[in-house]
């Protein structure tokens, strides 16, 4: 089986790198920027993987990356931004489509947008195949599924020890946004992740005079 990485040299991108290699699987990594992608291989002992490079707002290189592929596991959040985009190329490619997502509004959008296609190209997506979702998810089925009626159900899910990474503080907290566009902002159920369009604002990554900035769905630093 060719498993395609993307994202594979950020930090959840290189777990999976070594679990894919313990396992005696050499994946093909895919990202945006070829020199971490080489890091990444050599972190991993994966030395002679394949790298492939393609930027998350590529379409056709995105597809060109996972062609012969059999499945593509995402690990490029924030999914709020990447996830139609890699999911979308992965069903042209003829992949399945695995990611890491907790982001509520990005699989929600994924089931709203593509559903269809991967079923017309005969593909699975599954997003959010991680521990803080899949857990409670099943939990939170379990629990509707004997109770008569429910209004509202939270869960929370706590990770440690360990923080957040750069892309992700970036959409976590995002800073002066002009009161006209606070009204854009949305907040997942779960997790309290800000989301908003395209309007460029100055990211809450604590990077001081190399802070980025949000642009629709790109950010300089990740």
């Known amino acids: 089986m060719k498993i395609t990485v993307y994202g594979a040299s950020g930090y959840q991108g290189r777990l999976v790198l070594a679990e894919l290699a313990r396992r005696g699987i050499e994946p093909i990594l895919a990202g945006r920027d070829p020199a971490r992608l080489t ?7 994966l030395h002679g993987a394949q ?4 930027a998350a707002g590529d379409h056709r290189a995105l597809a060109r990356a996972f062609t012969g592929s059999d499945a593509v596991i995402n690990c490029a959040g924030p999914f709020t931004f990447t996830a139609r985009a890699v999911a979308a190329a992965a069903i042209d490619a003829g992949c399945h489509y695995v990611d890491t997502c907790g982001e509520q509004l990005a699989i929600k959008d994924l089931f709203d947008t593509l559903a269809s296609r991967a079923r017309g190209a005969g593909v699975s997506v599954v997003p959010a195949a991680t521990d803080g979702c899949v857990l409670l998810d099943l939990l939170a089925s379990l629990v509707a599924a004997r109770l008569d009626r429910i209004g509202e159900m939270r869960t929370v899910h706590l990770i440690g020890p360990g923080g ?3 892309a992700a503080r970036c959409a976590r907290w995002p800073r002066r946004s002009r009161p006209s566009d606070r009204a854009a902002w949305s907040t997942t159920a779960a997790s309290g992740v800000l989301h908003r369009p395209a309007a460029a604002v100055r990211c809450g990554c604590r990077g001081g005079r190399r802070c980025c900035r949000l642009r629709g769905s790109r950010c300089r630093r990740w």
């Open 51 to 54: 790298r492939r490079q393609a």
């Open 39 to 45: 890091q990444a291989a050599e972190a991993t002992g």
């Open 164 to 166: 957040a990474s750069r």
